[in-house]
């Protein structure tokens, strides 16, 4: 069972990366990848459970990219971090503190919550981002559910909304190449949470030279995803499916949604670093 797209305390996860590998055997995962937002702060920890847990790991990223103004996730596999990951993480990080301070001080002006209360329910080293800012809205009390957090104050049409720098597509893709890893395209047709891409767009990712698709995914519509397994197999791309796992952040449970043994393999032979394996 190989499940490709999990997220740790690291970035808006919230389970530590070893928390995240124990739950993942105790689940029969037998291969995980750690893609936390922007950041791969959880590899050294993640890759030390290896071994107690025998669950193998994929270490990975979800880079934040813009297409056409719109958010654009792209999972990028097995990139070495020396080789421009860490520099782009700390850009992104800059820019995403910014943009929450902003989003925070206009929410706390109106008593929905307070910077200090983002920062007790984010941890220390977490790449900060809206799911912090609605778990403290969750925590004060003034909403239910992450969910009911993003609908009410933190979605793109909220007065409380900011943006914040983000590569574009092609410059994504070429980070996570560049870098020796593989690159696919997280959720593409999310329209379960109002984020899919036309179609045309998700042409112009393999124009620009995307690696993959992440097919199964909740928030792909069955059919959607018939569709989006005919460009893999058109374009002969990687087709990923994985459970995008937060912990108790999201509803979304390990191993809901698998990846081939096959297509694993063809992303380990196309990149530059290894899976680690017990």
Known sequence: MIDLHTHSLHSDGTQSPAELMTEAAS?????????DHDTVAGYAEATAAVQTTGV????????????????????????????????????????????????????????????????AVAGEGATLGRPHVADALVARGAVSSR????????SASSPYYRPYWA?????????????????????????????????EAIMTGVELGIDGLEVDHRDNPMP???LLADIVTEHRLVQTGSSDYHGSGKVNRLGENTTSPNMLERIAHKATMEVIYP
Not at 27 to 35: A, D, F
Not at 89 to 111: N, Q
């Open 147 to 154: 969910d009911e957090a993003f609908s009410e104050f933190l």
């Open 27 to 35: 689940r029969g995962v037998t291969v995980i990848g750690l893609t």
């Open 167 to 199: 590569p574009g597509l092609g410059e994504a893709i070429d980070l996570v190449h560049n870098a020796g890893g593989v690159a696919v395209w997280a959720h593409p047709r999310a329209s379960n949470r109002g984020a899919a891409h036309s179609w």
């Open 56 to 119: 193998a790991l994929v270490r990975g990223i979800e880079i934040s990219a813009r297409h056409h103004g719109r958010s654009v996730h792209l999972l990028g596999y097995l990139v070495d971090p020396e080789q421009g990951i860490r520099e782009h993480c700390e850009r992104l990080r800059r820019a995403r503190v910014d943009r929450l301070e902003s989003m925070v001080a206009a929410m706390a002006r109106d008593g929905l919550v307070t910077w200090d209360e983002v920062m």
């Open 224 to 226: 959607d995803r018939r």
